[in-house]
């Protein structure tokens, strides 16, 4: 038997290939009875036509034989072509319509197993999928995924359709007899006829004769469903060998759907990793946009080494972080977990960022000598205008400034985290308002087409041409820009993850700043208040003046308390009102109720209803307490 295609434009009259299938079985029932009859007496030697005829029939099962084996061959590899569960049961769909059968059934246990999980209870299939043969002049539209089978050239007297959606196997009954054993019977066994009303639903039967096969799909280690294949009358029922054939499919079938099983639960698994390893949402810090990408390599490895961070710092700094570890699988992304939880922790520390760089490459050599990445950690100033950055082995960033003038940074090389015994550098720049630093991983500018270096250029060109659009007065907006950088990306450019971090840099105007340096004595709350009543009236705020002073009070209180040295007080207007307080004690404040014959204790109790957020930072030179007040709509 020869596989067909499954298209069937220019197929021949169901009529003439039925005589062509069946003449070469008369000739060979000719041929046998020819030779069943006795010869003459006298001839003691088979004559020539027997002899002949001998030859016919062992030449015809050897080209019978070799036809099955090319099916099952090319059915094994267009069902192996699959990777996802519907492309490998589509795959024994089309290879076994109309070459092996007429209409098939796919059931499928729900839920399937994955591995060694222990299979839920009860045992259900479901219908996953259907297909028959189309006549010339039907409607050759594709159907639904799991089309109904219509009885097209079906025995009239065996109403197998429409198959029922559900079927729960009864344990000890005669389906799950036939599951068990696993080898593929003939429709009209005795197993098969009391199986498939069970499986198909009650009143509904297949064709007479050996015009069906039911077949178990059993995986490496349980049956996780059964195929059903049918014959109409105008064709031949199916031999003894075709079992053997039945076999081969739903063996391989059932192997492939095992394998998408495990595959669809490792990339589910490696998609919550990566999702878990980046950040969900971004901060919202004082005096700087951003906006960020991640795009996997592939559909296939959809987790890789790229990180990116946004961190806030005291003193209205955020920290801007991108990394990329070697490699794009489920390892790489641990140990990129493991760094950028490392590189938060030593950013709440507020090290310097050649300190962080220098403790990230000790970490990488305590995971392993081959744990080897690349980072860039960059710490942006709103008040100053100023970012200072510290490179390990990372692509330069990029500044788009407002003009529309794109210039790669210099910063200091430095050596890949992980090589360790290595100084990094840290350089300090100018990040003025109106500006936007992207930071990026080498997916985006390196590729088998590309070198880094020439990649970094278009991005610098591309950057600048999208700021052209805009004009000298206006910076792209920020997610627009990404995705024009990303759109930068040819068809050979995603042979690595890309990690992408834009920060558009607002700045804090030094007409909303304002600060003092209050020495620690018993005064200090009162100059405190009298301070920060005159700067909220300068910047018409008095609405807020007696909660901000009564919190400025408070906080400035608790710090006088403990400090040594001078106290600083900061006050900054943006869109909200900022508060920081910071003295040398390294202390951090508790909130504590209060009893009622305490005399103090109720300060951080007032922050905390009043003020819409409050927090407290541990700084290498002592602490810093602040507040944040809402002034919109004032």
Not at 538 to 545: C, H, P, S
């Amino acid at each position: 038997m020869t596989e067909h295609p499954t298209s069937h434009e220019g197929r021949q009259p169901l009529a003439a290939r039925q005589q062509e299938r069946t003449r070469p079985r008369q000739q060979d029932a000719a041929a046998a009875a020819a030779a069943a009859i006795p010869a003459p007496a006298a001839a003691s030697v088979p004559g020539p036509a027997a002899a002949a005829a001998a030859v016919a029939d062992a030449q015809a099962a050897t080209r019978r034989e070799g036809d099955r084996l090319r099916f099952v061959g090319a059915a094994t590899r267009r069902i192996a072509r699959g990777i996802d569960l519907d492309e490998i049961v589509l795959g024994l769909c089309r290879a076994s319509v109309p070459t092996f059968s007429d209409a098939i059934l796919v059931y499928l246990r729900d839920p399937l197993p994955v591995g060694d999980e222990r299979p839920v209870s009860p045992f259900v299939l479901r219908l996953r999928r259907s297909d028959r043969l189309r006549i010339s002049g039907e409607d050759s539209e594709p159907g639904p995924e799991t089309e109904r089978l219509r009885p097209l050239l079906i025995d009239p007297q065996a109403d197998l359709m429409p198959a029922a959606e559900l079927c729960e196997v009864q344990t000890g009954g005669a389906l799950a007899e036939v599951l068990r054993g696993v080898r593929p019977v003939f429709g009209d066994s005795a197993a098969a006829r009391a199986a498939l009303p069970e499986l198909l639903g009650p009143g509904r039967s297949v064709p007479t004769g050996h015009r069906a096969i039911l077949a178990p799909l059993r995986g490496r280690r349980r049956v996780i469903g059964a195929a059903v294949f049918v014959r109409g009358t105008e064709r031949p029922p199916f031999e003894a060998s075709d079992l053997l054939v039945a076999a081969q499919l739903a063996t391989h079938t059932a192997l492939g759907i095992d394998k998408a099983v495990l595959y669809g639960r490792e990339a589910y698994i490696a998609d919550e990793l990566q999702r878990t390893m980046l950040p969900d949402s971004l901060p919202q810090p004082t005096g700087v946009r951003l906006a960020s990408r991640y795009l996997p390599a592939a559909e296939t490895a959809r987790v890789g080494g790229d990180w990116y961070d946004a961190i806030p710092l005291p003193g209205s700094r955020v920290a801007l972080v991108v990394g990329d570890v070697m490699g794009h699988s489920m390892t790489s992304a641990a140990i990129m977990g493991q760094l950028r939880t490392t590189a938060q922790t030593l950013a709440g520390l507020d090290l310097p960022p050649q300190e962080v760089l220098h403790h990230l490459d000790e970490q990488a050599q305590r995971l392993g000598s081959d744990r080897m990445a690349t980072c860039l950690y960059a710490v942006y100033d709103p008040v100053a205008h100023r970012i200072t950055i510290a490179n390990a082995g990372h692509p330069p960033p990029v500044l788009l400034h407002l003009g529309g003038r794109a210039e790669v940074l210099r910063v200091p090389p430095g050596a890949p985290i992980g090589v360790g015994g290595v100084d990094f550098e840290a350089v300090e720049l100018d990040a003025p308002a109106g500006a936007t630093l992207l930071l990026y991983t080498d997916g985006l500018v390196e590729s088998r087409l590309r070198d880094v270096w020439t990649g970094i250029e278009q991005l610098r060109e591309r950057l600048a041409a999208t700021a052209q659009l805009t004009g000298p007065d206006h910076a792209p907006p920020l997610e627009a820009l990404c995705d024009d950088v990303l759109d930068m990306l040819g068809p050979g450019d995603r042979d690595d993850d890309i990690a992408l971090l834009a920060a558009r840099f607002d700045g804090v105007a030094p007409s909303d700043v304002a600060y003092w340096d209050l020495e620690p004595e018993d005064a200090a709350p009162g100059r405190a208040r009298r301070l920060a009543r005159r700067a909220l009236s300068r910047w018409g705020l008095d609405e807020l003046a007696d909660e901000a002073e009564l919190l400025v009070s408070e906080v400035v209180t608790n710090a006088v308390r403990y400090a040594e040295r001078p106290v600083t007080l900061r006050l900054l207007r943006t869109d909200i009102l900022r508060c920081e307080v910071g003295d040398d004690s390294p202390q951090l404040p508790r909130q504590r109720r209060a009893r009622d014959t305490d005399e103090g204790g109720r300060g951080l109790f007032l922050v905390n209803r009043l003020a819409r957020r409050w927090g407290a930072v541990r700084l290498s030179t002592g602490k810093v307490v602040w507040f944040e007040m809402a002034t919109r709509g004032l």
